[in-house]
């Protein structure tokens, strides 16, 4: 069905890992210390974008003054003590094993490079990446197109012959901005 296509660019976050649960799960622990609500639907929307935009989303929705980094990183050190030992690949991850080693493969996250790598390494999936492009390295993030631009870039394949697999609409935006073909798996 992806033959046609030079490069695949894959998500992490809820297209080829279901950490999902556990990020929901550190958000309301910390969120907990500063009696702040998050609504699920909200955050939903906002999948795929770094932790930092999303703290600022609940910051301002909750009308209080915190730093949106501070309270990203608070987040990103509860996910981190949980999310190792609760992460499982979902189902697409058998088109990563189906072409690995076929086609040049990137993933393009709104995670911080260092916790992609974590988790792709934990799992064994590592090597069947040829790059990883976290949230720390680009400028500009999903809906913008740069996350999947540096993968195509990195990969050597030209965006317009790249397919994204995505389950956010940040990230079905972005992979339109690129020129990029893209499979929205909320729908497989």
């Known amino acids: 069905m992806y033959e046609g296509y030079e490069g695949l660019i894959f998500d992490m976050d809820g297209t080829i890992l279901d ?6 799960k550190a958000w309301s622990q910390v969120l907990s ?3 702040l609500q998050f609504n699920v639907a909200d955050m939903a929307a906002l999948n795929g974008s770094p932790t930092w935009r999303i703290a600022k989303h609940i910051i301002d929705s909750n009308g209080v003054e915190l730093d949106p980094h501070h309270l990203a990183a608070e987040k990103t ?24 080693g076929r086609r ?19 799992l064994g999936l ?28 990195l990969i050597g394949v030209p965006p317009e012959k790249c397919v994204v697999f ?8 972005a992979a339109k901005r690129a020129n990029m073909a893209y499979v929205d798996v909320r729908t497989l």
């Open 19 to 24: 950490t999902e649960p556990t990020h929901r």
């Open 33 to 35: 210390k500063y009696n």
């Open 77 to 100: 050190s509860a996910v981190q003590e949980m999310l190792l030992d609760t992460v499982q690949p979902l189902p697409l991850i058998e088109v990563v094993k189906a072409f690995h």
């Open 104 to 122: 040049p493969m990137a993933v393009g996250t709104g995670s911080e490079y260092w916790m992609a790598d974590a988790l792709l390494r934990h």
């Open 126 to 153: 590592r090597e069947c990446f040829d790059a990883v492009v976290g949230a720390n390295d680009v400028e500009n993030h999903k809906p913008a197109p740069d996350t999947f631009l540096r993968c195509a870039e």
């Open 166 to 173: 995505e389950d956010a609409d940040f990230g079905i935006e």
